[in-house]
């Protein structure tokens, strides 16, 4: 649970960290990068997904 916590506060300030912590190098991480760098909300939406699909 702390984990899930920590994840979601890294996800707001800094999504790719987040989604590298969750999956690792996959494909969704440099999937969060695209989306940080096109905009910063897509990619909070994006590592919050990440988090909370499990």
Do not use: C, E, Q, Y
Request: charged share 15%; no cysteine; aromatic share 12%.
């Amino acid at each position: 649970m702390d984990n899930k916590i920590v994840l979601i506060i890294l996800a707001i300030i800094l999504p790719p960290i987040s989604a590298f912590l969750k999956v690792g190098t996959d494909k969704h991480f440099f999937i969060n990068i695209v989306l940080t760098i096109f905009g910063f909300v897509p990619g909070i939406i994006h590592a919050l997904w990440l988090i909370f699909r499990d």
